[in-house]
């Protein structure tokens, strides 16, 4: 597998260039037009592990986008390439995240499982190709192909069977309304069902900024001390981290589990005694550029950190899993999240009674469902709107629904 190249971009309806001055690449043209959705804008408001409300210091979904993009950009320029692309694929990977974190996905997968599923790798294709609006000539961004595919982490259709086989958990993937065009996107490019070149090295991209960033805002937040490094981890941790590893063939135990903490701690302990404020932005930016600085082409193809990197950063992302979103002062915010969702989900599932509970356009799009009969887009409308709220505005819009008092006539929708 190779990089794409921008002389092979190409898109599913066909543009003529807006002005002989625009000296933008294909690519480059992708990147600006995910920055300026509003779902991009969306994400500054969604949760990436600490709600948004906790403060401005912790990451959310767009600074976790940007950070990502960085990363990759790194990486790109050492594997050769096309960093426009691999941008506009790290900006664009998190756009179907709905609010409240992994907690909302959940609450959408469960509500969803008998009208098409939710999964927010799925929502985000389906925001970049059906969702956004950007001219009437087309549906969604009208991406080139190449970025379409680097956003396809998964390419397994979520359809019936695909839910039933894992009902507890959402199944990763595209939904069955985008399988045509899906297989349009991947026989274009080439890739067929493996992940493009781009989708990898955005992937472990992601990967290293969870390890590091997540672990940073932990230290923050005090949910995670320098005492829990020394303590022995939890079997949970150890089962995590090994089903990770097992599809490399790798296998860790509880000591050398335990050493890696350790070695961050001393290393902590030791930046801190040297720099004081500055030891955790500098523990940060030592790791990123540690991991970073390992990916490479295996020879099977794929793109990843070396096996001692990969395995520190399944240790770290599986310990502050452990330590942050099994915390009570996390998962009750969470489930919390989850209930203003299920609520949200029933009081607009009223038919005729909830149309005039939306805002316009979808509002419309409800409607429409209603007099054609059909509950599935009923219930795909319902969902797209709560996926596309931001924490506070799914909040508010409880609030104004439920709460007495709250809301006001001049308040936007």
């Known amino acids: 597998m190779k990089p794409a190249r921008v002389a092979d971009a190409r898109r599913r309806t066909l ?17 600006a037009r995910i920055i300026h959705s509003a779902a991009f804008r969306r994400l500054q408001g969604k949760t990436q592990v600490f709600g948004v409300y906790e403060g401005d210091f912790f990451r959310t979904r767009l600074t976790h986008s940007l950070e990502v993009s960085q990363i990759a950009k790194g990486i790109a320029l050492s594997l050769h390439a096309d960093t426009d692309l691999v941008e506009a694929t790290c900006l664009a990977h998190d756009l179907g995240h709905p609010p409240f974190g992994h907690t909302g996905e959940q609450v959408l997968h469960e509500l969803m499982r008998r009208h098409g599923g939710f999964e927010g790798n799925a929502q985000t294709f389906r925001i970049l190709t059906r969702l956004e609006r950007k001219h009437s000539a087309y549906e969604g961004l009208n991406l080139t192909y190449q970025t379409l595919d680097g956003v396809l982490k998964y390419k ?3 359809d019936a069977a695909t839910i039933a086989a894992a009902p507890e958990t959402p199944a990763k993937g595209f939904y069955a309304d985008d399988q045509e065009f899906v297989a ?5 490019t080439g890739n067929g069902r493996e992940r493009s070149f781009e989708c990898q090295i955005m992937d472990v991209a992601d990967d290293i900024a969870y390890s590091v960033h997540d672990l940073e805002d932990s230290l923050k937040a005090g949910l995670i001390t320098l005492t829990d490094f020394h303590r022995p981890p939890h079997p949970r941790v150890v089962r995590v981290v090994n089903e990770k590893l097992a599809p490399l063939r790798l296998a860790v135990g509880e000591q050398q589990i335990c050493a890696e903490l350790k070695i961050i701690a001393q290393r902590l302990e030791t930046l801190e005694r040297e720099a004081n404020r500055a030891a955790r932005k500098m523990l940060t930016r030592d790791l990123i550029h540690e991991f970073a600085s390992t990916v490479s082409v295996h020879s099977d193809s794929r793109i990843d950190a070396d096996a001692p990197t990969r395995i520190r950063i399944e240790v770290l992302k599986a310990f502050e899993s452990h330590k942050v ?5 996390v998962t ?9 969702l299920r609520r949200l989900f029933a009081v ?5 009674a909830s149309i005039g509970l939306f805002p ?3 509002g419309e799009d409800y409607e429409r469902a209603l007099l054609d009969d059909n509950e599935q887009t009923r219930k ?5 709107f709560l996926a596309g709220m931001t924490d506070s505005y799914a909040m508010r819009f409880y609030s104004r629904l439920f709460v007495p008092g709250e809301g006001s006539f001049y308040e936007m929708l």
Request: with cysteine; charged share 35%.
């Open 184 to 188: 349009a996107i991947v026989n274009a």
């Open 348 to 352: 607009l599932d009223q038919g005729k």
């Open 380 to 384: 795909r409308v319902i969902c797209d």
């Open 332 to 340: 009750t915010l969470g489930h919390k999240g989850q209930e203003v």
């Open 156 to 158: 397994t259709c979520i």
């Open 325 to 329: 979103i099994h915390n009570p002062r």
């Open 360 to 362: 316009e356009d979808h």
């Open 15 to 31: 543009e003529l260039r807006p002005s002989l001055t625009d000296r933008r690449s294909e690519f480059e043209r992708d990147r």
